[in-house]
């Protein structure tokens, strides 16, 4: 495989020739409780597989699909919710911000601020994020090709932030309908970066359901196993204890009691990757 630089995290060493990491939690903060609970939960699993964990939720969804949907529960609110997860469990936190106002609260918080793969072209909200000084993870938009990233990559480390994570979130295909290349991670790779791949978004359908989007999660899997043989470095999962009833990508989420068996394969296929990447 391309070797990428890595990027230490606290005790956590990102890409490079590091193990497979993991990044997961619920597309949304609920409630705190919940929030907590995943963290916890998952924590627990990730540790038991031996795999880095980092906790993701987001404190405002606001890419939604209906103007009715769940947002969360705000900046303020919130981070505060993120901040005590992050204090109390030690856990390091990644969440989304959506404007350049939002970079430096959030990044008080976070140890990785998100660009949404809507948003990736947004040059403000990528200097703000950038000079943070925080790791910042963009998505790959639906819209560009994986080696158009390498100018978002630029706007990033240009800023002054070499901190970059690029995310693999599949592409358009037709209407309400995404395809994931798998070219698109040695493409990725060859940037210099970490790259995540996100298996849950990618087996979303956009909105699919209406007034909100679908999903086809019984493809996770299958993909996610895909994405870790091609070369990626991290695997981005919403996961959650109750899809059904969850208050955001519930149809696209894997439920938190298949976390431990993915896991664990995906750690073996990696490490087998890597492997071969060596000789």
């Not at 939960?41 to 769940?70: C, L, M, Q, W």
């Not at 072209?121 to 993870?137: H, S, W």
Request: some cysteine.
């Amino acid at each position: 495989m391309t070797p990428v630089h890595e990027i230490a995290l606290g005790s956590l060493r990102l890409g490079g020739d590091n193990p497979l990491f993991l990044i997961a939690g619920p597309c949304v903060i609920e409630n705190e409780a919940h929030a907590r609970k995943m963290a916890e939960e998952v924590s627990r699993i990730a540790a038991a597989a031996g795999v880095p964990y980092i906790f993701k939720a987001s404190y405002d969804k606001a890419n939604r699909t209906s103007v009715k949907s769940y947002r969360g529960p705000g900046l303020v609110e919130g981070l505060r919710i993120l901040g005590k997860i992050k204090r109390d469990l030690g856990l390091p936190i990644l969440t989304d911000i959506h404007e350049p106002s939002h970079a430096v609260p959030a990044a008080e918080v976070a140890d990785i601020l998100q660009i949404p793969a809507f948003l990736a072209r947004q040059t403000d909200l990528l200097l703000a994020a950038a000079k943070t000084g925080r790791i910042v993870n963009v998505k790959k938009a639906q819209f560009l090709s994986p080696w158009d990233m390498a100018n978002v990559a630029e706007k990033v480390s240009g800023a002054g932030n070499s901190k970059i994570i690029l995310t693999e979130r599949g592409a358009s295909f037709g209407y309400q309908n995404l395809v994931v290349d798998m070219r698109s991670f040695p493409i990725l790779r060859k940037l210099g970066y970490p790259v995540v791949f996100d298996v849950t978004h990618s087996v979303q359908l956009p909105g699919g359901q209406g007034n909100s989007s679908g999903g086809q999660p019984e493809f996770i899997e299958p993909l996610a196993r895909a994405g870790v043989a091609a070369g990626a470095d991290g695997v981005f999962l919403e996961v959650h204890d109750n899809p059904a009833k969850a208050l955001s990508d519930g149809s696209n989420a894997l439920p938190l009691a298949q976390l431990p068996a993915l896991l664990a394969r995906l750690k073996e296929l990696s490490a087998m990757v890597r492997r071969w990447g060596a000789q």
